[in-house]
């Protein structure tokens, strides 16, 4: 049987947007268990989040929690507020807990700098959940442009439009305040540039050298709330990105496309089952699990048969399988090279992709990374 590790979450309370799909997920396939908890900092918020997920050990704080789980836990989890994350991981790294966190993981080049300091590779585990590219169209996408499916690859499009700064979701309180407070990178481009960035990584395994970006701000809020980033990669290939919380109709329009010489690929985070392939003999298909795919043979990515659809809670689930695996290599063999886990030089590549963006927005021209 394959072990089960202990997690402790550090934020991810129920009255908060990342907390339920990372509990539920770590749980889902039996490889996690959440035995402690500083779920909020607001008391009742914390003991009610504790008893409805029947977790025994609850702290008022972080600090406590570390001290008194770090023999116990086998990794903690860290859900707070983007502007958290750093004081939290150095205090882990300092422990050499394991660290699971939220993207991402820093708001700054200069917070990534603090985290080096630290960081040692062949010591450290430090995962970043970056769950889209955890869906099996996504991975399958990835294996077809690895073979060459596609052809040369000429352009990938991505966009991420959310309404949610002109029509808030009535599901939660939003936004919340940390979410209203720019840096030098916008906190859009923390929020969800990070999650394109990683996507054409994940699917190119190649990074951008040189950025041209505008940035807007039509709502109430008077922060960045709309981006769009053009890239040009070493290789040729041309990037054009999307992002924005001021697009009505969109409640989180997750949209990939992906042209080569040979055939292109489009992808919708609302319909995760498809993905449409297009060729030059004219021809367009649209395959799903059901369909003959490399992604078939794991079982991960076939929990119900075909036609019963999984979506953003199982892409969740196996990424903290993949997480669990790299536990399993980390504590046995103390490395844990994975092709789904990403850890701080992607994350430090993520950030000097949106400062460069930042740059770009302000000289009005395109910065090199």
């Known amino acids: 049987m394959k072990k089960i590790y202990k997690l402790a979450l550090i934020g991810g309370s129920i009255n908060s947007i990342a907390g339920y799909p990372h509990f539920i997920a770590s749980q889902m396939d039996k490889r996690f268990e959440v035995t402690a908890g500083v779920f909020s900092r607001n008391r009742d918020i914390n003991e009610q989040t504790a008893k409805r997920w029947h977790v025994k050990k609850l702290y008022d704080n972080y600090q406590d929690l570390i001290q008194k789980e770090k023999s116990n836990v086998d990794a903690i989890v860290i859900l707070t507020p983007t502007p958290k994350h750093l004081e939290i991981v150095l205090a882990l790294l300092k422990e050499n ?97 990070a999650h ?44 054009n990105m999307w992002l924005s919380k001021i697009a009505l109709g969109n409640r989180n329009g997750l949209h990939i496309e992906v042209y080569g010489t040979d055939a292109s690929a489009s992808w919708h985070q609302e319909n995760p089952e498809k993905l449409e392939l297009s060729y030059t003999n004219g021809q367009t298909i649209t395959i799903d699990r059901g369909s003959d795919i490399n992604m078939i043979e794991n079982q991960l990515y076939n929990r119900m048969t075909p036609g019963h659809p999984a979506g953003y809670i199982e892409s969740f689930a196996n990424l903290y399988n993949d997480i669990a695996n790299s536990l399993d290599d980390y504590f046995q063999k103390n490395n844990y090279t994975n092709r789904y886990i990403y850890s701080l030089k992607h994350a430090k590549d993520g950030i000097d992709f949106l400062h460069s963006a930042s740059l770009s927005n302000k000289s009005k021209k395109w910065e090199s990374i």
């Open 97 to 193: 807990i394991p660290i699971i966190c939220e993207k991402p993981l820093a708001n700054s080049k200069e917070e990534i700098h603090e985290i080096e300091k630290v960081y040692k590779e062949d010591e450290h585990f430090l995962v970043i959940t970056n769950n889209y590219s955890a869906y099996p169209m996504i991975r399958e996408l990835q294996e077809r442009i690895k073979n060459s499916e596609l052809g040369k690859v000429l352009q990938i499009r991505l966009k991420m439009p959310q309404e949610s700064f002109l029509r808030a979701p009535k599901s939660i309180k939003y936004p919340q305040k940390w979410r209203l407070t720019d840096g030098f990178i916008p906190m859009i481009s923390l929020d969800l540039g």
């Open 196 to 239: 394109l960035h990683h996507l054409a990584y994940f699917l190119l395994q190649e990074e951008p050298i040189q950025v041209s970006a505008t940035y807007n701000s039509h709502s109430k809020y008077k922060v960045i709330d709309d981006v769009n980033i053009l890239s040009e990669y070493e290789s040729g290939i041309k990037s």
